[in-house]
């Protein structure tokens, strides 16, 4: 039994809708129901976006989304970033693939994002730094977080 986890990682028009359903279903699970945050998840952006998961078992364990400059965020950004199994490394590969995915598929050179300000050491430990004073964003407290190439 493989548990290695497996990347997958698609434009929104290549997800299948069994793809689409699960990736909004866990999203809401952990952002909605497990957080108790009521805000609109689909917002829109998903259409421009790159989706990446990660399975073990065929079970999402991680997931992310990357946008182009210009949708969600005024440069490169991701969001989403989710992991349903935690202390097992699956939010750090996440992060990797998605800064990848964000070099690769839209030439980013600064990627900004929007992190829930617990997570914060979480976000430094993959190279991005705090940008932004702390501000409420869906009745959570969140920084924005820059990472820049090197």
């Not at 990446?52 to 400059?69: F, G, S």
């Not at 959570?140 to 820059?146: L, R």
């Amino acid at each position: 039994m493989n548990n290695d986890p497996l990347l997958h990682k698609k434009a929104f028009q290549e997800l299948t809708t069994e793809e689409l359903y699960e990736l909004l279903r866990v999203r809401s699970e952990v952002f909605v129901v497990e957080q108790n945050c009521v805000y609109q998840d689909m917002d829109g952006d998903d259409q421009q976006a790159v989706h990446l998961w990660l399975t073990v078992q065929d079970k999402i364990v991680a997931l992310a989304r990357v946008c182009p400059e210009g949708t969600h965020m005024k440069e490169v950004s991701i969001g989403r970033v989710i992991t349903t199994e935690r202390t097992k490394g699956y939010g750090k590969q996440i992060m990797t693939h998605a800064i990848d995915a964000a070099i690769e598929h839209f030439g980013a050179t600064v990627i900004e994002i929007e992190a829930q300000e617990y997570a914060k050491g979480f976000y430094e430990s993959a190279g991005f730094r705090q940008s932004s004073d702390t501000f409420m964003l869906d009745g959570i407290p969140h920084i924005k977080m820059t990472w820049m190439k090197e």
